[in-house]
């Protein structure tokens, strides 16, 4: 009997710590077959302890918080082995199915809201994340909408359905007021809000020299829209005050850029003398006078002009002996040295 009661003592235990058999009745794991020993040990049946060397199965490695994740957050049942492995079958789906079951997509199951893989995939959608858009909240951009509504596919890019209201807030400049485009690209970068630069280059009035560097308001006191970029409009004030030479009273033209520069307003050039009257940047004559008023002596009178500054009449004289119809007189010597050689 003795041996009897041995043999049933041993048969037990191999039962109990080898291979669970799984099609034995009242055998609680379902499929699952294993070693029990790996959770029970035949001094407590219950409760059950999972060694240190256990490796779940290869169907669902363990991974990431995975591991950290308490046996009952899956296993609702001791059935092991109807237990599913779809992402969603665990993981509450936020997004409503708009972006399919694979969680993996977007998400490690190191930390569920890590960015990595949300900002890669997001670099091949119609909105590649760039600058400080990188670092918003999703739900700045995908809020929480009613059942049925759309809230991560076919959210609109243009810049206003995110910053319309700061656009209307906006008063330096004021956007509303001036008429401002609604894309907010033309002056802003996502990398930078508040450092705004328009591209002027793309308008018919590029800036260049002094005006890159004048105030907006300067030029657009009275919006942005229709903005004449004729030099008078912005500088009457110079044109009127003028007085050496005095532009009104010389019935000047109001084209500033026949004499000025963006570069520098002062000092002023006429090139067209050269070609159009008498060499004066070029030739013998260059660098030879310092005003108009050098040669135009008569105050307001451009027609008028005086030779004798620089040339005095007994040094004439003494150049001119013998020469037929010679006489000190302004309007002889141009009619002799138009382009202001001797000879």
Request: charged share 15%.
């Amino acid at each position: 009997m003795k041996r009897i009661a041995l043999a049933v003592l041993a048969l037990s235990v191999a039962g109990l710590f080898g291979t669970a058999r799984a099609a034995e009745p009242g055998y609680p794991h379902g499929k699952f077959t294993g070693d029990c020993a790996t959770c029970h040990d035949p001094d407590h049946w219950t409760p059950a302890r999972i060694a240190r060397d256990f490796r779940h199965k290869d169907t669902f490695p363990l991974r990431g918080a995975h591991k950290s994740a308490t046996c009952r957050s899956c296993h609702l049942s001791l059935d092991f082995g109807s237990v599913p492995t779809a992402c969603a079958d665990c993981h509450k789906d936020i997004h409503r199915g708009e972006l399919g079951t694979d969680c993996a997509r977007c998400h490690t199951p190191v930390n569920f809201i890590d960015r990595t893989k949300q900002l890669e995939n997001h670099r091949s959608t119609r909105f590649p994340l760039t600058g400080a858009h990188v670092t918003q909240d999703c739900e700045s951009c995908h809020p929480s909408q009613p059942q049925g509504a759309l809230t991560w596919v076919g959210t609109p890019i243009d810049c206003q359905s995110c910053h319309l209201a700061l656009y209307q807030a906006t008063t330096n400049p004021n956007h509303a007021a001036a008429g401002f485009p609604l894309d907010c690209s033309m002056c802003h970068t996502p990398t930078a809000w508040d450092r705004a630069a328009f591209d002027h280059a793309g308008t018919n009035f590029p800036l260049t020299g002094a005006h890159r560097t004048v105030p907006c308001a300067s030029c657009h006191a009275n919006g942005y829209a229709g903005t004449p970029t004729d030099c008078y409009s912005c500088h009457a004030n110079d044109y009127n005050n003028a007085g050496n030479p005095n532009h009104i009273a010389s019935g000047f033209p109001t084209d500033c850029k026949l004499c000025h520069t963006t570069t520098a307003f002062q000092p002023a050039s006429f090139k067209q003398h050269d070609s159009l009257y008498f060499p004066i940047y070029s030739g013998s004559h260059q660098g030879r006078w310092s005003a108009c008023s050098d040669c135009h002596t008569q105050a307001n009178n451009f027609a008028s002009f005086s030779c004798f500054l620089c040339h005095s009449q007994a040094s004439m004289n003494s150049r001119h002996q013998g020469i037929n119809g010679y006489a000190y007189d302004s309007n002889l010597c141009y009619q002799c040295h138009p382009n202001g050689r001797a000879g």
